[in-house]
């Protein structure tokens, strides 16, 4: 994470949490992307939680689920017609969870900034310019934003870290990850944040390190880089695997995704940690108290 993000995170404030619109209790969320696979996932997680609410439903105006119930695929009137009006989808909301498409995710976050509603953001693919808009953003509203909201991700991340210390000498580090063919950004946003994690606890940058492709007579591994390979095939949720190669040994942490199932259970939690928080920006590290650990 930037800069500017970590500075950033660290005045972020928190005051009373708002009063749903309509006086009922829980948390009411708004869903982009509400017709498509990972939108669907978050309405049926929304649904079957205990204290969260489905009050919106986003998507793009040439979508066929337009004007339908948002909740009709699982055979459940939610009433929340999915709509493409922002202002409406926005209106009873007090946080939005968007996995969408970069571009898409930044006119959400600028209806999010200009009516106070809070946002969870899992899209990947952003341009460095791009995240410092969301950061800029978080000066008004508050936002969860990773690449990944799976917990399980998250710990495994927080594994990396601790590797990667351990490991500092002697260990080379590649980074593997797989997903479906309709997928459109390489690497993964997870892998990136890997090598950003892993990175940061050896004291390197990144952009300064990273390799992420080879091709031909390539001379000898440099012992400072971390390596990236993609894959992409089938119906892979996502698979990504860490290599510490060594000298008579190594050592692969590595986190298996079956279903999305485990990015809507993390965004929830993302939601219940946003509220009472005015502004400020956060990753999956500050919701599950994973960063000083």
Same mark, same amino acid.
């Given at each position: 994470?930037?800069?500017?993000?970590?500075?950033?995170?660290n005045?972020?404030?928190?005051?009373?949490?708002?009063?749903p619109?309509?006086?009922?209790?829980?948390?009411?969320?708004?869903?982009?992307?509400?017709?498509?696979?990972m939108?669907q996932?978050?309405?049926?997680?929304?649904?079957?939680?205990?204290?969260?609410?489905?009050?919106?439903?986003?998507d793009?105006?040439?979508?066929?689920?337009?004007?339908?119930?948002?909740?009709?695929?699982?055979?459940?009137?939610?009433?929340?017609?999915?709509?493409?009006?922002?202002?409406?989808?926005?209106?009873?909301?007090?946080?939005?969870?968007?996995?969408?498409?970069?571009?898409?995710t930044?006119?959400?976050?600028?209806?999010?900034r200009?009516?106070?509603?809070?946002?969870?953001?899992?899209?990947t693919?952003?341009?460095?310019?791009?995240?410092?808009?969301?950061?800029?953003?978080?000066?008004?509203?508050?936002?969860?934003?990773?690449?990944?909201m799976?917990?399980?991700?998250?710990?495994?991340m927080?594994?990396?870290?601790m590797?990667a210390?351990?490991?500092?000498?002697?260990?080379d580090i590649?980074?593997?990850?797989?997903?479906?063919?309709?997928?459109?950004?390489?690497? %993964?946003? &997870?892998?990136?944040?890997?090598?950003?994690v892993?990175?940061?606890?050896l004291?390197?940058?990144?952009r300064?390190?990273?390799?992420?492709?080879?091709?031909?007579?390539?001379?000898?591994?440099?012992? %400072? &880089?971390?390596?990236?390979?993609?894959i992409?095939?089938?119906?892979?949720?996502?698979?990504?695997?860490?290599?510490?190669?060594?000298?008579?040994?190594?050592?692969?942490?590595?986190?298996?995704?079956a %279903?999305?199932?485990?990015?809507?259970?993390?965004?929830?939690?993302?939601?219940?940690?946003?509220?009472g928080?005015r502004?400020?920006?956060?990753?999956?590290?500050?919701?599950?108290?994973?960063?000083?650990a």
């Amino acid at each position: 994470m930037s800069k500017g993000t970590q500075t950033l995170r660290n005045v972020a404030v928190t005051g009373a949490v708002q009063p749903p619109p309509d006086g009922s209790t829980g948390h009411h969320v708004a869903v982009a992307g509400a017709s498509g696979r990972m939108g669907q996932m978050l309405i049926e997680a929304i649904r079957a939680s205990g204290d969260c609410r489905l009050a919106g439903a986003l998507d793009i105006a040439s979508s066929p689920a337009i004007g339908n119930d948002a909740a009709a695929f699982l055979g459940h009137a939610s009433g929340v017609p999915v709509t493409a009006d922002l202002a409406a989808g926005l209106a009873h909301a007090q946080v939005l969870i968007d996995f969408t498409r970069p571009d898409g995710t930044l006119a959400h976050l600028k209806a999010c900034r200009e009516r106070g509603v809070n946002a969870v953001i899992g899209t990947t693919g952003f341009t460095e310019g791009q995240k410092e808009q969301i950061a800029d953003a978080a000066r008004d509203i508050a936002i969860v934003m990773a690449p990944n909201m799976s917990v399980g991700v998250n710990v495994t991340m927080k594994l990396l870290e601790m590797a990667a210390k351990a490991l500092a000498t002697g260990y080379d580090i590649e980074i593997i990850e797989a997903h479906h063919r309709h997928k459109v950004d390489a690497p %993964s946003g &997870t892998a990136l944040k890997m090598g950003e994690v892993i990175a940061q606890a050896l004291g390197r940058d990144l952009r300064e390190c990273a390799v992420y492709e080879r091709h031909g007579h390539t001379g000898e591994r440099h012992a %400072s &880089t971390i390596g990236f390979s993609t894959i992409r095939g089938g119906d892979i949720v996502g698979d990504h695997t860490v290599l510490f190669a060594g000298t008579g040994e190594r050592i692969e942490i590595t986190h298996k995704s079956a %279903s999305r199932a485990t990015y809507a259970q993390g965004s929830l939690r993302a939601v219940r940690f946003l509220a009472g928080r005015r502004k400020g920006l956060f990753d999956m590290f500050d919701v599950l108290g994973l960063r000083d650990a």
